[in-house]
Antibody, heavy 118, light 111 residues
Framework: QVQLVESGGGVVQPGGSLRLSCVTS????????IHWVRRAPGKGLEWVAL?????YYADSVKGRFTISRDSSKNTLYLEMNSLRGEDTAVYYC??????????????WGQGTLVTVSS | QSVLTQPPSVSGAPGQRVTISCTGS?????????VHWYQHLPGTAPKPLIY???NRPSGVPDRFSGSKSGTSASLAITGLQAEDEADYYC???????????FGGGTKLTVL
């Protein structure tokens, strides 16, 4: 079954750290880039980072978040440091599909909730 | 403030047609970047509806259609059904931000 499953969310204090995981199955992990996208309460979707041929980050998380992968486990990670209240959101991983030279999110996970609060 | 602008909400009766607009600029939609659309019910995985401005992934009914012109794009839904009630997002790439960008989302209510 082709799927992405996120885990690792929870409650963390401001300034704290958390590592999210995205376990993939049903497709060749090494052939695809994978994004993290988040949705804060009452807000819309926001792109966070991409692990592809290179790594890319949104300005809002650059220097605080690190994306990485373990191909032996078909798993993508998001290491989040110096967390702020505005990082509170459901975090989704999404598979990157290159179509006619551009990127498209063609498969998504169900998400994991991160709450930054004292 | 989202880079791509969508109306916060739209509504329609069952069987009717609604459209959702997505307005960008010369650094994203107007720069010949494709527009993609997603349907999202909070608590579930977002679902791709349209890719490459007008193409439907396998399994998406032809009641959903997309178009693009200049710096804007639209999603049309015909024959509205109760199950269409969800949040809808447009997405593209912004060359000034070097980032993938989403619209603010539009909540569709089926009356």
């Amino acid at each position: 079954q082709v799927q992405l499953v996120e885990s690792g969310g929870g409650v963390v204090q401001p300034g704290g750290s958390l590592r999210l995981s995205c376990v993939t199955s049903g497709f060749s992990f090494s052939d695809y880039g994978i994004h993290w996208v988040r949705r804060a309460p009452g807000k819309g979707l926001e792109w966070v980072a991409l692990d592809g041929k290179n790594k890319y980050y949104a300005d809002s998380v650059k220097g605080r978040f690190t994306i990485s992968r373990d191909s032996s486990k078909n798993t993508l990670y998001l290491e989040m440091n110096s967390l702020r209240g505005e990082d509170t959101a459901v975090y989704y991983c999404a598979r990157d599909l290159r179509w006619e030279g551009q990127n498209y999110f063609d498969l998504w996970g169900q998400g994991t909730l991160v709450t930054v609060s004292s | 403030q989202s880079v791509l602008t969508q109306p916060p909400s739209v509504s329609g009766a069952p069987g009717q047609r609604v459209t959702i607009s997505c307005t960008g600029s010369s650094s994203n939609i107007g720069a010949d970047y494709y527009v993609h659309w997603y349907q999202h019910l909070p608590g579930t995985a977002p679902k791709p509806l349209i890719y490459g401005n007008k193409n439907r992934p396998s399994g998406v009914p032809d009641r959903f259609s997309g178009s693009k012109s200049g710096t804007s794009a639209s999603l049309a839904i015909t024959g509205l059904q109760a199950e269409d009630e969800a949040d809808y997002y447009c997405q593209s790439y912004d060359t000034s931000l070097s980032a993938w960008v989403f619209g603010g989302g539009t909540k569709l209510t089926v009356l």
